[in-house]
């Protein structure tokens, strides 16, 4: 159970609308129903905002009731859908999307995504004064601030179950595989995948990576006749596919590696309670905040308490994966 910050409202809201923006994360639907179910049962009108930033600089918005978000806990993806925006990046176009919620007189604005839709969520509140509270929904586990994002569990849940079958395979024929989870430019879905399934190596953008060192681990764990099956996890890095290099410099040493890129299956399907629960907890507390004034602030969550942390302290720093994590990888080898 979270400990949950206790608020004292000191504002009167009539209207606030919710968006997602970015790449979807599971459990942005318990998020967006936490947010609808909370400010209704406080008396405030809710409007959803339609495909993130690209919805809102046109307009495409909705009046959401209690029903809108019936059944949606427990499904992946988002009931508002998402979208990447560039034309959010100009002042200009963030100038418009305020003139229309303040058409629509909204006096709120709740943004689940990552750290871009962060960014254009702390510059609309900045420039506008529109109260903005945002909430780190991304796969990516890679926001300041929080310990936690909405939708890494279900993630690294799926990348596991996957990498346990793939487990079998790799087994039965002796077979090294290489997997490669999503994450961006962060290693945290790739860290904690690999401990959970037992990877022989895990492959992260935070550490250099020794071709030579796994090529001498690989042969031997052959001549102590352990067999040349093993599981190296592989975090994609900027670009999707950097696997398929490894592979190659690989088979130059005499490896005859598999690869089995995950992709997008570790952003879909339903999420798990703890998702659910995290997201839940998260977007009733957004409404509480923008209740209680506060403004350019994501919910967070730090040692199990919710709590505010100012988005520009958000957006300054960058979430390091901490060294004991990496050592435990190493630590856990054969
Ligand atoms: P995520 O939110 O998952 O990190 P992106 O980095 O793609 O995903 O950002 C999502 C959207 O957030 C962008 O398409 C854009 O609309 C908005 N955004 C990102 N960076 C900025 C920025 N510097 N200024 C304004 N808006 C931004
Ligand atoms: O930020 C979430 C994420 O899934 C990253 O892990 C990945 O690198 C990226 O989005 C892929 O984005 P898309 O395929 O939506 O462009």
């Known amino acids: 159970m979270y400990k949950l910050p206790s608020l004292e409202a000191v504002k009167d809201l009539k209207a606030i609308a919710i968006l997602t923006s970015g790449g979807d994360a599971p459990g942005m639907n318990p998020a967006i129903r936490g947010v609808v179910r909370s400010a209704l049962n406080h008396g405030i009108r809710v409007y959803g905002i339609n495909r993130g930033y690209s919805g809102l600089i046109i307009g495409d918005i909705w ?4 029903r809108s978000v019936s ?13 990447r925006c560039e034309a959010f990046k100009d002042p200009a176009v963030r100038h418009q999307a305020a003139e229309i919620l303040r058409e629509h007189e909204i ?7 990552g750290d871009g839709s962060l960014t254009g969520a702390s510059l609309l509140a900045e420039e506008s004064g529109i109260p903005v509270v945002g909430l780190p929904g991304t796969i990516d586990n890679d926001i300041h601030g929080t310990d936690d994002t909405i939708g890494f569990d ?20 002796e077979r090294l ?14 860290t904690q995948v690999g401990i959970a399934c037992g990877a022989e190596m895990v492959v ?9 060192a796994l090529c001498f681990q690989l042969a031997n764990n052959r001549v102590k006749g352990e067999g040349s099956s093993g599981i190296i996890v592989v975090a994609e890095g ?40 995290l997201a839940s907890c998260m977007g009733a507390t957004a409404v509480d905040y923008l209740r209680a004034g506060y403004t350019s602030i994501m919910v967070g969550v730090q040692n199990g308490q919710i709590l505010d942390v100012p988005l520009r302290e958000v957006l300054e720093r960058k979430k390091q994966l901490a060294p004991e994590w990496i050592q435990m990888t190493a630590l856990l080898h054969k």
């Open 107 to 113: 006096d709120g604005l709740v943004v689940i995504g």
């Open 204 to 212: 992260i953008p935070e550490v250099e990576f020794k071709l030579e």
């Open 63 to 66: 009046e959401m009731n209690s």
């Open 154 to 173: 279900t993630a690294i849940n799926t990348a596991l179950e996957a990498i346990d079958r793939i487990r079998d395979t790799a087994l039965s024929h």
């Open 238 to 277: 900027p670009r999707p596919g950097l696997t398929y290099r490894l592979a190659q410099q690989l088979e130059e040493h005499e490896q005859t590696p598999r690869v089995c890129i995950l992709g997008h299956i570790q952003r879909g399907g339903s999420p798990t309670s703890h998702d659910r629960v």
């Open 177 to 190: 595989f290489l997997v490669e989870v999503m994450g961006r430019n962060s290693g945290f879905i790739a």
């Open 71 to 83: 059944n949606i806990v427990q499904r992946g993806g988002t009931l508002l859908k998402s979208d």
